[in-house]
T-cell receptor
Framework: EAQVTQNPRYLITVTGKKLTVTCSQN?????MSWYRQDPGLGLRQIYY???????DKGDVPEGYKVSRKEKRNFPLILESPSPNQTSLYFCASRKAGGPRYTQYFGPGTRLTVL | DAKTTQPPSMDCAEGRAANLPCNHS???????VYWYRQIHSQGPQYIIH???NNETNEMASLIITEDRKSSTLILPHATLRDTAVYYC??????????????FGKGTLLTVNP
């Protein structure tokens, strides 16, 4: 089954404790992206990657890092989480090459930073 | 990307057609109309997209007006599981670009038994 998976689905942590949220897709998609969703603010893009070893900042990259060493994986790293990073996070992927290809979203990771 | 306007909420009876409108009066010639939905805190789910012709798939139909300034998403036989926030998104899409989707507030569709 074609899908985007994220782990963990739920995470409660404390300020400053480094964490990684994993994202994996099995569709051989070139493009991957991370979003966060907050009440009243909609989905905002954090980082994106057009292919292996190619990443770039989205609209709200501060406090986050990403890497794209393999085509299927795009982990989101919070080196020193803070309470304002409490949010619902979504990973998405898409095949490159034009508008007929749509984005597939993962199930979400609900992060709480105390 | 052109701005879209959707009603904040709509109700529909189970088994009836749900017609969700979207205004995009500033749309340009190469911008596509996409519809996604999000069922309570789950990942957004693609529904359908189109440029200027009407489109239909197994989930829904998309009707785009001739001047392309508005569109309507039609769920032909709404079920309780179709209760969700529906997002209409307009954007240009070209190879090599960041395929960021900008989600507005959307329309909360509530399907009632």
């Amino acid at each position: 089954e074609a899908q985007v998976t994220q782990n963990p689905r739920y995470l409660i942590t404390v300020t400053g404790k480094k964490l990684t949220v994993t994202c994996s897709q099995n569709m051989n998609h070139e493009y991957m992206s991370w979003y966060r969703q907050d009440p009243g603010l909609g989905l905002r893009q954090i980082y994106y990657s057009m292919n292996v070893e190619v990443t770039d900042k989205g609209d709200v990259p501060e406090g986050y890092k990403v890497s794209r060493k393999e085509k299927r994986n795009f982990p989101l790293i919070l080196e020193s989480p803070s309470p304002n990073q409490t949010s619902l996070y979504f990973c998405a992927s898409r095949k490159a090459g034009g508008p007929r290809y749509t984005q597939y979203f993962g199930p979400g990771t609900r992060l709480t930073v105390l | 990307d052109a701005k879209t306007t959707q009603p904040p909420s709509m109700d529909c009876a189970e088994g009836r057609a749900a017609n969700l409108p979207c205004n995009h009066s500033t749309i340009s010639g190469n911008e596509y109309v996409y519809w996604y939905r999000q069922i309570h805190s789950q990942g957004p789910q693609y529904i359908i997209h189109g440029l200027k012709n009407n489109e239909t798939n197994e989930m829904a139909s998309l009707i785009i007006t001739e001047d392309r300034k508005s569109s309507t998403l039609i769920l032909p036989h709404a079920t309780l599981r179709d209760t969700a926030v529906y997002y209409c998104i307009v954007r240009v899409d070209s190879g090599g670009s960041n395929y960021k989707l900008t989600f507005g507030k959307g329309t909360l569709l509530t399907v009632n038994p």
